[in-house]
């Protein structure tokens, strides 16, 4: 495609289910960030992929927190045990050459923890 | 914690009226870029200042980076109601790390 795309683009769960989401990223980008937007916040870096190096996991808030990007592309962000605070939009990039070039943002998944 | 924090967290113009946000942070960084968010989604990115450039335009936007003062700022000229978003700086110190944000509202 020709963006950044992600999946679903709304999540609304219970409290202590696992979530799953999903991010595809501009064909041919090397790397692939996540982060999470609380209502009116910044943004909080979660998880960096850059190629085949070892993921950057510095910003996971906790260990419920896992991220796996398959095949270079496609990533997905799981969630366990879902928690009110989790709530969040969580929002996907790709960038063409690591760090220090322009990321390319995905439209984000709002998730919803009742 | 955020590396960029920005100033205003919130301007209210004119259309026509030009815009100004300002960006401080801490560490040394290799570039700093602006972004634009609208409706709380996606990011877009609007442009990227290397630490050995001083000033950047690209359109109605003009960037300016002092590194001895650890700050930018994005001068929006002209503004128009459709430039109505938060607007982030993102520093690149070998990680990039976006600041807390500016809510720009244009009315009419």
């Known amino acids: 495609g020709a963006g950044v795309s992600q999946s679903p683009s709304n999540k609304v769960t219970e409290k202590g289910k696992d979530v799953e989401l999903r991010c595809d990223p501009i064909?041919?980008?090397?790397?692939l960030y996540w982060y999470r937007q609380s209502l009116g916040q910044g943004l909080e870096f979660l998880i960096y992929?850059?190629?085949?190096?070892?993921?950057?996991k510095s910003g996971l808030p906790s260990d419920r927190f896992s991220a796996e990007r398959t095949g270079g592309s496609v990533s997905t962000l799981t969630i366990q045990r879902t928690q009110q605070e989790d709530s969040a939009v969580y929002l996907c990039?790709?960038?063409?050459?690591?760090?220090?070039?322009?990321?390319?943002f995905g439209p984000g998944t709002r998730l919803t923890v009742l | 914690s955020q590396q960029g924090e920005e100033d205003p967290q919130a301007l209210s113009i004119q259309e026509g009226e030009n815009a100004t946000m300002n960006c401080s942070y801490k560490?040394?960084?290799?570039?700093l870029q602006w972004y634009r968010q609208n409706s709380g989604r996606g990011l877009v990115h609007l442009i990227l200042?290397?630490?050995?450039?001083r000033e950047k335009h690209s359109g109605r936007l003009r960037v300016t980076l002092d590194t001895s003062k650890k700050s930018s700022s994005l001068l929006i000229t002209a503004s128009r109601a459709a430039d109505t978003a938060s607007y982030f700086c993102?520093?690149?110190?070998?990680?990039?790390?976006f600041g807390t944000g500016t809510r720009l509202q244009v009315t009419l």
């Open positions: 990039a790709s960038s063409a050459r690591g760090q220090r070039s322009e990321q390319f």
């Open positions: 064909s041919g980008h090397t790397a």
């Open positions: 992929f850059q190629g085949n190096s070892a993921p950057d």
């Open positions: 560490t040394s960084i290799n570039n």
């Open positions: 200042i290397r630490s050995n450039e």
């Open positions: 993102a520093t690149d110190d070998g990680k990039l790390t």
